[in-house]
């Protein structure tokens, strides 16, 4: 008798553990579903981020070297500018 009672509860766990798989199996199907596109989603942000990225770096690259142009144009102007008040100066004084 024990062994039958003992089939019977395997049989009864075996047969109520089924759906519960099953249900589980579909919840982890969708997770893993909404997983996949939220790692697509983060893929594509990731590309259009680097895209950015590389423009902006860029538009930096041509900044500092106009930056460094105008500086040296100012630097430029400067130099001039003292050789020719140096020279005015000195004619006003004589």
Do not use: F
């Amino acid at each position: 008798m024990t062994r039958k009672n003992t089939w019977a509860r395997l049989a009864v766990a075996v047969v109520l553990s089924v759906p519960l798989t099953a249900c589980n199996d579909t919840k982890t199907q969708q997770e893993n579903e909404q997983l996949k596109a939220h790692v697509a989603e983060l893929q594509k942000e990731n590309g259009q981020l680097g895209n950015d990225l590389e423009t902006m770096t860029a538009a930096r690259d041509a900044l500092t070297k106009e930056n460094e142009a105008l500086k040296a144009e100012i630097k430029a102007r400067k130099t001039k500018r003292s050789g020719a008040k140096a020279a005015s100066r000195k004619h006003r004084r004589s």
